[in-house]
């Protein structure tokens, strides 16, 4: 039996509140191993951007903050710690939305994710030419402005200026948003790829489960600002609420709410 790769990052019972009075997170506890991939799954508003936002502390810029609970990174807390602090420590996240820098150039938005190494021009030189290798359609397109690139080319600078920092752990929001199934295909192989030959851990919030399952191997389903559920890639795929709610493999009539009564007593179980 191989060993369990030691936890990267562990989110521990956190809640978050906005405004000083919205509860958003209601005690919010999931791990993401070394060089792991990890599944954050939910339907719109459940809460997954908040947790990501929690962890790379971004919360401040939307008058959020963490109110109880802990966020440990490498053995380190990080809850509360300054952003710029949190990415020189090794955590990017690649918003939802992507994000651009639409007035730059391809390769000018590529090397604002270098902006705070210090290891000189050559390695960031040597980084550029790495990203490009994982996404060549991007080489024809560097000189091109962001902003009139295709959604799937800007997800592939979004995460490739991800990749320029150099991060042990990426924080992935909604990869699949607004794009092409064929392009959903390849962002998450290359994604798969990074995991493998990069070695980067990865925190995936993505609605599309089917996807997501497909590269991770471990999953937490949010509802509501809570985890319902936990479980490894494989047991989530097979779970029966999973595939009706989030894969739509039920094939009996018009998908149901996921508050819907009929479940009400499987919910009760997993909220208690």
């Given amino acids: 039996m191989s060993p369990v790769p030691p936890s990267l990052l562990k989110v521990n019972n956190i809640e978050v509140i906005y405004e000083h009075v919205i509860l958003v997170l209601k005690g919010v506890s999931l791990q993401v191993p070394e060089g792991g991939i990890v599944a954050l799954l939910g339907a719109n508003g459940a809460g997954k951007s908040t947790t990501l936002k929690a962890i790379s502390n971004l919360l ?27 990415v020189a420590m090794g955590v990017t996240q690649i918003m939802e939305g992507r994000r651009m820098f639409q007035h730059l150039s391809v390769e000018d938005d590529l090397l604002t994710g270098a902006h705070s190494r210090r290891d000189g021009r050559p390695a960031v030189k040597q980084d550029l030419e790495r990203v490009y290798h994982y996404f060549p359609r991007l080489t024809q ?10 959604g799937g080319e800007q997800q592939m600078v979004a995460i490739g200026r991800a990749l320029m920092a150099r991060p042990r752990l990426m924080l992935l929001d909604e990869p699949s948003m607004g794009l092409a199934p ?46 319902v559920l936990d479980a490894d890639a494989n047991t ?35 909220l208690s």
């Fill in 60 to 86: 401040r810029a939307e008058r959020g903050e963490v109110t109880k609970g802990t966020i440990e990174f490498a053995g380190e807390r990080i809850d509360g710690m300054d952003a710029a602090r949190v």
């Fill in 182 to 227: 064929m392009l959903v295909e390849e962002i998450f192989e290359i994604v798969g790829r990074l995991n493998r030959e990069e070695e980067v851990a990865i925190l995936l919030a993505e609605q599309n489960a089917a996807m997501a399952l497909r590269i991770a191997q471990y999953g937490y389903v949010m509802e509501s600002g809570r985890v």
């Fill in 236 to 270: 989530l795929g097979e779970n029966e609420d999973i595939k009706e709610f989030y894969l739509g493999l039920t094939g009996v009539g018009q998908r149901k709410s996921y508050r819907d009564v009929k479940h009400y007593k499987r919910r009760k179980r997993w």
């Fill in 141 to 150: 397109r560097r000189g091109v402005k962001t902003g009139y690139l295709s």
